[in-house]
C-alpha cells in the first residue's frame, strides 16, 4: 500500500537486474527500428510484426526439435533468418519503388503491412496460445542475496552486450555500415559518387528486421506467443527511439535503458502506480530534449 | 351467396399457399457476436463451437417448434464500436430472435442495453463483469458464465479456509482486474476477519515481462497474493512464476489458472500448486455426461472442449428448452420460462435463477499438479463449490440495482 515499503539494497540490485534483461530485448527490437528509420527514412510500422513473426518461427522451429536445447539454438538462429527474407521479399518488391514518397504515405504503407502479418500469423498459427519452454540449462533461477533470479534473463543479459557490439563493428567498422551512415545523412551525394544506393537500402532494411525477429526469437521462452504482442511491443520501441533521437542507435540503448530501468526500479518503490514510471520518463525527457538524447538522423 | 363462399374459399387457400411455405422456410436465427480474432478467440471458439454442435442436434430433430435453427456469427475484433454495429445489424436487418455474446464486458453491456430497449432476448457467453446480471440487469439479459462477483466469492471461500494471513494483490489494470480482486479481497474481509494487506501491484493489459513484478512481490514477503489476472496475460505470468520458482516460495491464487486454454500452452513446465477456479474441466466431473460431452465435441473439433464448450452447450438447451415449453415463438413467453428454468449439463443440473438470469454454475477450486497420461498440468484436489454459495444474495442484486 505505502509508497517505497520494501525497498531494500538486495531487492534495488534485482529490480536492476531484471529492467537490465528487458532493456536487452527493447534495445535489439528498438535499434533495429531506429537504423531503418534513420537510413531508409521509413517508420516501420511493421516492425512489431516480424518481431512477433519472429516469435511464432521460434516456436515452429524449436518445436520441430521437441523443444530441446539444439531446437531452441537453432531456432534462434533460424527464425531471425526467416524474418530476414521475409523483409528482403518485402523490401525488394515494394519498398524500394517507394522511397520517394513522402513520410504519411509510408507510414501508411507500413500500417497495412501489420494488418496483413496480423491476418497472415492467424491463417499460418492460429488463435491459440503459444508457449516455449526455454532449454534444459536456462530453466529455473540463480538465488542472489535470498532472491531468486531466472536463469534466461541472466542468457539475455549476455545477450544484450553482444548483439550491441556486432552493431557497433557493423556501423563504424565494415563499409557497409559507413556507407550506410553517409547515405543517412546524404542519400544524393552517396548515389552521386558511384555507390548503388538501393543495395545498401536492402541490406540495411533486412539487417534492421533481423533485429525485429532476433528480438521476438529470445522473447519467444519467456512469455506468451500470441496475436497482439506486435502492439505492445511497437509503442514502446517507438518511444524508445524518439526519446534516444531518430535513427540513431546509441540513442535506442540509452532510451532502452531508461525505458527498462524505470520500469523495473518503479515496480519496487510504487507498486500501485509502476505502469507510469516509464512514460514519466519519456514525458521528461522530452521536456528538456524535444528532439531525444542523443544526435537525431533526420 | 354462393360467390362469397367461393370466396372465402379461395381466400382461406391463398392464405394457406402464402403463408405454409413462408413458415416452413422462415428459420430461426440466432446471432452470435464475439471477438473471433486475437487473444480472446483462444475462448470464444470453444463457445461458438459446442453452441454449434447442439444446434445441429435440434435441427436434426426438427428444430425449434419446427422451424429450423439458423446461428449468424458476426466478428467483433475485441472492439465496441464493430461489435455494437454487428449487433445492429442482426437485430435490424437479419431479425434474429435471440442474440449472444461476448467476451468483452463493455460490449457486453452495450449490447444488452440494445436489446432492452428492442425486446431481443440476449445471452451473455463470457463476459466475466458482475453488473450484466448485477446492477445493470433486466429482463431481456441472461448470464450462462460466472462473473467476477461469483469467482470473488468463491475464491474467498477457498482461500479462507488455508492459513494464510498476510496478502498481497497483483492485476490487470483494468476492470477484470480490479473487479475480481475486490470479489475476493471484500469477500475474504468477511469471513475471515483479520487477514491484513500488506500491499498491491498493478500491471497493464498484455503486460510482457512479469518478472520485475515477481521480485517486487517476493521482496515483501507476503503469505499468499491474489492474482488478479486474466486471459492472455496468464500464461506468461505462469510462465514468469515458475521461471523464478513464485509458486515455490509462495502460494498463490489465480481466478483461471486451472483452466485448459491457460495450461494446455504451457506443458509440463506450468508451475505446479496453483490455486485456480473454473467452471468446468473436461476430465471433472467425472460423469458419464461430462464423458460423453467431452467424446461428442472431440469426435467432430478434434481437440478436448475447454470452459466456453459448456457456456455454449447451456445457452443451446436453455433457448431449446424454454420454447419447447412456451409452445409458441413469442419473446415475453419464452422469458418466462427460461427464469428458473433448469437444465442437465456436464456439470450437473444448472438452475437459471429467476429474479437476476444468473445461471447458478458450481465452481471447481483445484491446485495445478502434474498428472500421469497428460502432457500438460491438470487441477487436483477439486473442490466442488456449489453455484448456490457463490450467488450474491437477491438482497445484493437489489442492492446494486438501487444505485
Known amino acids: 500500500m505505502e509508497f517505497a515499503a520494501n525497498i531494500t539494497l538486495a531487492a534495488l540490485l534485482q529490480q536492476v537486474l531484471v529492467g537490465l534483461s528487458r532493456t536487452t530485448i527493447l534495445f535489439i527490437v528498438a535499434s533495429g527500428l531506429s537504423l531503418v528509420l534513420g537510413v531508409l527514412r521509413i517508420p516501420n510500422v511493421a516492425h512489431g510484426s516480424l518481431y512477433m513473426i519472429g516469435a511464432f518461427c521460434t516456436y515452429t522451429v524449436a518445436t520441430l526439435f521437441g523443444q530441446s536445447t539444439l531446437g531452441f539454438w537453432l531456432a534462434l538462429i533460424i527464425a531471425p533468418l526467416i524474418v530476414a527474407l521475409i523483409s528482403f521479399i518485402v523490401e525488394r518488391g515494394l519498398f524500394c519503388h517507394l522511397y520517394e514518397r513522402e513520410h504519411l504515405m509510408l507510414l501508411l504503407f507500413t500500417f497495412s503491412f501489420t494488418l496483413v502479418f496480423g491476418d497472415l500469423v492467424k491463417l499460418v498459427w492460429g488463435s491459440d496460445y503459444r508457449s516455449l519452454t526455454p532449454p534444459a540449462f536456462l530453466m529455473g533461477f540463480i538465488t542472489i542475496s535470498d532472491l531468486p533470479f531466472p536463469k534466461y534473463n541472466l542468457f539475455l543479459l549476455v545477450v544484450g552486450p553482444l548483439v550491441a557490439a556486432g552493431l557497433w563493428f557493423l556501423t563504424q567498422k565494415t563499409k557497409i555500415g559507413k556507407i550506410a551512415r553517409a547515405a543517412a545523412v546524404d542519400r544524393e551525394m552517396v548515389g552521386a559518387i558511384g555507390i548503388n544506393v538501393n543495395l545498401v537500402f536492402a541490406a540495411v532494411f533486412v539487417i534492421g528486421c533481423y533485429l525485429a525477429g532476433l528480438g521476438g526469437a529470445l522473447v519467444a521462452p519467456t512469455q506468451n506467443i500470441t496475436q497482439g504482442m506486435d502492439h505492445a511491443i511497437i509503442i514502446e520501441a517507438f518511444l524508445i527511439v524518439i526519446i534516444g533521437g531518430l535513427g540513431n542507435i546509441w540513442g535506442a540503448l540509452l532510451g532502452a535503458l531508461i525505458f527498462g530501468l524505470t520500469d523495473s526500479i518503479g515496480i519496487l518503490v510504487w507498486p500501485q502506480f509502476a505502469i507510469v514510471f516509464p512514460y514519466v520518463a519519456v514525458v521528461l525527457v522530452l521536456l528538456f530534449r524535444p528532439k531525444g538524447l542523443l544526435k537525431s538522423t533526420w | ?403
Open chain 2, 1 to 403: 351467396m354462393k360467390t362469397f363462399a367461393w370466396f372465402c374459399i379461395a381466400l382461406a387457400m391463398t392464405l394457406v399457399l402464402i403463408t405454409a411455405p413462408a413458415q416452413a422456410a422462415k428459420a430461426f436465427k440466432i446471432g452470435i457476436v464475439d471477438c473471433y480474432s486475437g487473444p480472446p478467440a483462444a475462448y470464444t471458439n470453444d463457445v461458438r463451437d459446442a453452441f454449434k454442435l447442439e444446434v445441429d442436434k435440434i435441427n436434426a430433430a426438427g428444430g425449434i417448434l419446427g422451424r429450423k435453427v439458423e446461428v449468424l456469427t458476426r466478428d467483433s475484433k475485441f472492439k465496441v464500436d464493430i461489435g455494437l454495429s454487428a449487433a445492429k445489424e442482426l437485430i435490424y436487418r437479419e431479425n434474429v430472435d435471440i442474440l449472444m455474446g461476448t467476451i468483452n464486458s463493455a460490449l457486453a453491456l452495450a449490447i444488452s442495453d440494445m436489446c432492452r430497449k428492442e425486446k431481443v432476448p440476449f445471452f451473455v457467453t463470457f463476459s466475466k463483469s458482475a453488473k450484466i446480471t448485477g446492477a445493470k440487469g433486466h429482463r431481456y439479459v441472461f448470464s450462462i458464465t460466472e462473473n467476477t462477483a461469483l469467482a470473488g466469492k468463491a475464491g474467498a471461500q477457498g482461500l479462507a479456509k488455508r492459513p494464510y494471513k498476510k496478502y498481497w494483490i497483483a492485476g490487470d489494470d483494468y476492470e477484470y482486474g480490479h473487479a475480481i480482486a475486490d470479489g475476493v479481497w471484500n469477500n475474504l474481509q468477511k469471513i475471515k476477519p483479520g487477514v491484513e494487506l500488506l500491499g498491491q501491484s498493478w500491471w497493464k493489459v498484455g503486460e510482457p515481462d512479469f518478472t520485475p513484478y515477481i521480485t517486487a512481490i517476493l521482496s515483501a514477503k507476503p503469505d499468499a497474493v491474489i492474482v488478479a489476472t486474466g486471459g492472455r496475460d496468464c500464461v506468461p505470468f505462469l510462465k514468469a512464476a515458475k521461471a523464478t520458482g513464485f509458486n515455490e516460495r509462495i502460494p498463490f491464487f489465480m481466478h483461471t489458472a486451472t483452466e485448459l486454454s491457460t495450461l494446455k500452452p504451457l506443458g509440463l513446465n506450468a508451475p505446479e500448486g496453483v490455486i485456480g477456479t473454473s467452471n468446468y474441466f473436461f476430465y471433472y466431473p467425472e460423469t458419464a455426461a461430462n464423458k460423453h460431452f467431452v467424446k461428442n465435441f472431440e469426435a467432430v473439433y478434434n481437440r478436448k472442449p475447454a470452459v466456453g464448450a459448456v457456456y455454449g452447450f447451456l445457452a443451446a438447451r436453455y433457448i431449446f428448452g424454454a420454447y419447447q415449453k412456451a409452445g409458441v415463438i413469442d419473446t415475453e413467453k419464452f422469458i418466462d420460462n427460461v427464469e428458473g428454468m433448469w437444465v442437465d449439463s456436464p456439470v450437473g443440473k444448472v438452475t437459471m435463477r429467476a429474479y437476476d438470469h444468473q445461471a447458478m454454475l458450481p465452481m471447481f477450486m483445484g491446485v495445478t499438479q502434474k498428472a500421469a497420461g497428460y502432457d500438460f498440468l491438470i487441477a487436483k484436489d477439486i473442490v466442488t463449490i456449489p453455484g448456490e454459495d457463490v450467488m450474491p444474495t437477491i438482497e445484493e442484486i437489489k442492492k446494486a440495482r438501487m444505485k
